[in-house]
């Protein structure tokens, strides 16, 4: 199709709707289309946006329209023609995000492969000049996608460890003027000072929201913003990018070191809502070092505004110029052609999803389902055979596009756009509903509080629950936890493992978690990490007997089935193993001075005893599971070195408490048979 001369330009200073009314009519249709494709990972993100860590994420997309409006005159002035060697991109979005649904399962990937959809949809429709203005705010939606936790976790301690060396230097400069001692070890930073007439010394912990991982993205999306919203130099944007993070670390370590010299005065006001404000405060300091260095970068150089001034003009006729050509095409587009669209979209999207699965079946170990009858080799056929029907479609859709630019163009690309992304989606859904995989986990809430195991059982006296501060617990992301401590009455009092610590958290209705084990914790306290070794666990026979025709193991809790009022000792509880692996934590002072001391710790997961956090993540659910849970069961026998000794105490320990702490967690046979949790107005379970 070729256009016709432009004979009359609109006035320069006219202002010229950037899109018509039947281009937000396709627009909206596109949109319907993409948000049914992607619907499973944009309500992902809604929920992440309720966590304080990524509660970013919903303003990233109005800042990405800002920047688009902002621009909309350079948008104007740009050609327009359809990209057809686009069109491969837009598969490989889409059918990336589906294998990260499965066998992938990583929702960080997902996200990006649904940024590179748009970005490659966007391109596809308005050609390369338009991607000039448009690559960045499509490309700035990758901070709106949470970054992985096993990822974000490694982040955190380094923030954690830097927070905690500059906040102790600034303090350490503070008491020179001021009457107290500063030193750290780890991520604790010890504080001595007076407090009422005495000499006191106290730790103050650097968790992760105080070193700046909360805000540390939200630093980066606003320093970013910054560097493309005003009319900046390409060097200029990079200095800011680059210093995005700098300005987020210098501004949490004065936020540490706020903390710290409030400790001095009243810890309280160093916690809690408080410690929160304190948080919120400082992000007036980095937006005020955002916008000095955004200053400083402009007087570096020396602007021209005649030329600048003359550059705009230029623009703004351009845009005009754009605007007469829309003006004079033809404003009706014949329905065949949109149906046209929408068959060949339609068919690109079946043929390539066929080949897709094709394709995963002549390489993976495990058949598709519906696929096992075909032989590998003959699947490899298919795949050839569908790639050359693929391009043919492809080289056919481009013939019968009236041109590649104008709004007959547009509207069958629209069309094409529609029909593709409609089939991808019917067939994401009908493969989700046919195969029974659940996206979104629910949470499976616990048979008993934590708080209700047994004070006293056996040789185990109870001595105290440790209260972790709010901080803490913000950092443990879950309230559902104990940490408690007990005397082991069979040993003398002051001897090696009389005292043992158990710790237990429990997350429910999250599948991306990285949960959190001593060798990190310990490490933020300051202690040196000696090694890691696996170490299995055996449980009494005598305490876990084989379930009759069943796998497992059962046992026999004091604990009373949810629903029982009172205490009936003799209750039967699943136990997945017998024998349990787990992972042995060793660690010593930071000196050297004393002796090695040790930690075992295992997971429960869905009704599965799991050794670490990376066996959670990858074992610990199963994709058609609607629910799920993990519990972290943490022992720590106090003052013993011998890692034998430490094994044989943590033994004990389980024999005697493992029954009741199973009977605090769901269990997983009831919750898959849909007898747990218990629906308002049922009977609890047997």
């Given at each position: 199709m070729t256009s016709t001369p432009m004979t009359k330009l609109a006035p320069a200073g006219q202002p010229q709707p950037l899109i018509t009314p039947i281009g937000w009519a396709w627009i909206a249709v596109c949109l319907a289309f993409f948000g049914w494709m992607h619907w499973n990972f944009l309500f992902q993100t809604y929920l992440w946006s309720k966590d304080p860590d990524w509660s970013h994420v919903l303003i990233i997309p109005g800042i990405s329209i800002y920047y688009i409006y902002l621009n909309k005159t350079r948008l104007q002035a740009a050609p327009k023609q359809l990209c057809w060697w686009a069109l491969p991109l837009i598969f490989i979005g889409l059918y990336s995000y589906v294998f990260w649904i499965f066998p992938g399962r990583n929702d960080m990937f997902r996200g990006y492969s649904m940024v590179l959809t748009i970005f490659a949809t966007a391109l596809f429709l308005f050609g390369p000049a338009a991607m000039r203005v448009l690559w960045f705010p499509i490309a700035y939606l990758v901070l709106a996608v949470k970054v992985s936790d096993a990822i974000w976790s490694r982040i955190a301690e380094r923030l954690q460890d830097i927070a905690a060396a500059g906040a102790t230097v600034m303090l350490q400069l503070f008491s020179e003027f001021m009457d107290f001692t500063v030193d750290n070890a780890g991520n604790t930073i010890t504080m001595g000072f007076w407090r009422d007439g005495l000499w006191v010394e106290e730790g103050m912990n650097v968790a992760e929201a105080c070193a700046g991982l909360r805000m540390l993205m939200a630093f980066i999306a606003l320093g970013v913003a910054m560097a493309f919203l005003f009319d900046r130099a390409w060097w200029q944007r990079l200095i800011m990018i680059g210093l995005a993070?700098?300005?987020?670390?210098?501004?949490?370590?004065?936020?540490?070191?706020?903390?710290?010299?409030?400790?001095?005065?009243?810890k309280e006001y160093a916690q809690g809502d408080f410690h929160l404000f304190v948080g919120m405060l400082m992000l007036i300091p980095a937006a005020g070092l955002f916008l000095l260095v955004g200053w400083v970068l402009e007087k570096v150089i020396i602007r021209d505004p005649e030329?600048?001034?003359?550059?705009?003009?230029?623009?703004?006729?351009q845009a005009a110029a754009q605007a007469a050509l829309s003006k004079e095409e033809p404003k009706k587009v014949a329905p065949g052609l949109v149906a046209k669209g929408l068959v060949l979209g339609a068919a690109l999207a079946l043929v390539t999803g066929i080949v897709y699965a094709m394709l995963f079946n002549g390489f993976s170990a495990r058949p598709v389902p519906g696929l096992e009858w075909m032989p590998k080799a003959l699947s490899l056929?298919?795949?050839?055979?569908?790639?050359?029907?693929?391009?043919?479609?492809?080289?056919?859709?481009?013939?019968?596009?009236?041109?590649?630019?104008?709004?007959?163009?547009?509207?069958?690309?629209?069309?094409?756009?529609?029909?593709?992304?409609?089939?991808?989606?019917?067939?994401?859904?009908?493969?989700?509903?046919?195969q029974k995989i659940v996206l979104h986990k629910e949470a499976v809430e616990l048979r008993h509080n934590l708080n209700d195991l047994p004070l006293d059982k056996g040789p185990y006296s109870f001595i105290e629950d440790q209260i972790l501060p709010p901080e803490i617990i913000d950092e443990l992301g879950t309230e559902h936890y104990l940490s408690r401590w007990y005397r082991n009455t069979s040993i003398d009092e002051g001897q090696p493992g009389s005292l043992v610590r158990l710790h237990i958290a429990y997350y429910t209705g999250i599948n991306d978690t990285v949960p959190h084990v001593p060798d990190r914790c310990f490490i933020a306290a300051g202690v040196k990490h000696k090694g890691l070794s696996d170490q299995t666990i055996a449980i009494d026979p005598e305490v876990a007997t084989p379930r009759d025709g069943l796998p497992g193991y059962q046992a026999t809790a004091l604990l009373p089935l949810p629903g029982e009022p009172e205490y009936a000792p003799g209750t039967v509880v699943t136990l997945p193993e017998r024998e349990i692996n787990t992972v042995r934590f060793t660690?010593?002072?930071?000196?050297?001075?004393?002796?090695?001391?040790?930690?075992?710790?295992?997971?429960?997961?869905?009704?599965?005893?799991?050794a670490s956090p990376n066996a959670v993540r990858a074992q610990g659910f199963d994709i058609r599971d609607a629910h799920s849970y993990y519990c972290k069961i943490e022992i720590q026998v106090l003052g013993e070195n011998d890692p034998d000794a430490v094994t044989r105490h943590t033994t004990d320990l389980l024999n005697v408490f493992l029954p009741d702490i199973m009977a605090c967690l769901p269990d997983w046979d009831d919750v898959k048979a849909g007898r747990w949790p218990i629906q308002p107005g049922e009977p609890s379970a047997p």
């Open positions: 993070v700098p300005i987020a670390v210098l501004v949490n370590i004065g936020r540490v070191t706020a903390l710290g010299l409030i400790y001095t005065v009243d030329a600048e001034s003359k550059a705009h003009e230029k623009l703004v006729e056929i298919g795949v050839a055979v569908g790639l050359v029907i693929l391009v043919g479609l492809a080289l056919f859709a481009r013939k019968s596009a009236p041109g590649r630019r104008g709004l007959a163009t547009w509207c069958f690309a629209a069309a094409m756009i529609c029909g593709l992304f409609g089939v991808a989606a019917t067939g994401k859904q009908s493969i989700l509903s046919w660690y010593g002072p930071p000196d050297n001075v004393k002796e090695d001391q040790h930690v075992i710790y295992f997971f429960a997961a869905n009704g599965k005893y799991l």
